[in-house]
């Protein structure tokens, strides 16, 4: 794996089609820039005020999305270089993330947020690396 930093993160603008009864929230098409190839999409709950941290992927880029709530993520690459992002709701992007990065995230919004992450490859844990929580150093704040 070459060296991959956090400006290589693509932040996507996305449409949400205001609809009677009931908003149309676009995530991801296969002509969009991030696109890959299609392995799996999954969805994850974070609940307010909780923290999932660290990990990264060796081979799968995430195209991560919040279509309910606001989840603060934060990236490191192995420059120790750290980049935030919070999106959700008031924020509604998609953070195309290659392989290589490490990052976790926190729940902002009551009493959970939900995240899709559209893979390009199905999930495997042999092509993840974890760290524990206080391996890396990283004030999370009070949001």
């Known amino acids: 794996m070459g060296a991959v930093m956090v400006s290589d993160i693509i932040v996507t603008p996305l449409r949400r089609v205001a609809v009677a009864g009931g908003?149309?929230?676009?995530?991801?098409?296969?002509?969009?820039?991030?696109?890959?190839?299609?392995?799996?999409?999954?969805?994850?709950?974070?609940e307010h005020g909780k923290t999932k941290a660290w990990k990264r992927h060796l081979r799968m880029t995430l195209n991560?999305?919040?279509?309910?709530?606001?989840?603060?993520?934060?990236?490191?690459?192995?420059?120790?270089?750290?980049?935030e992002e919070?999106?959700?709701?008031?924020r509604y992007i998609r953070l195309t993330v290659p392989p290589g990065i490490w990052f976790g995230f926190k729940g902002l919004a009551k009493p959970h947020s939900l995240i899709l992450n559209v893979a390009d490859i199905p999930h495997n844990p042999d092509e993840v690396e974890r760290k524990v929580f206080a391996e890396i150093d990283y004030e999370w704040g009070d949001e």
């Not at 709530?69 to 750290?82: A, C, E, H, P, Y």
């Not at 919070?86 to 008031?90: D, H, K, P």
């Open 64 to 83: 991560l999305v919040v279509p309910i709530g606001s989840v603060k993520f934060v990236f490191m690459d192995d420059g120790g270089k750290f980049r």
């Open 86 to 90: 919070v999106i959700g709701g008031a």
């Open 23 to 46: 908003d149309v929230l676009h995530a991801m098409k296969s002509a969009d820039t991030g696109y890959v190839d299609f392995g799996e999409a999954y969805f994850s709950l974070i």
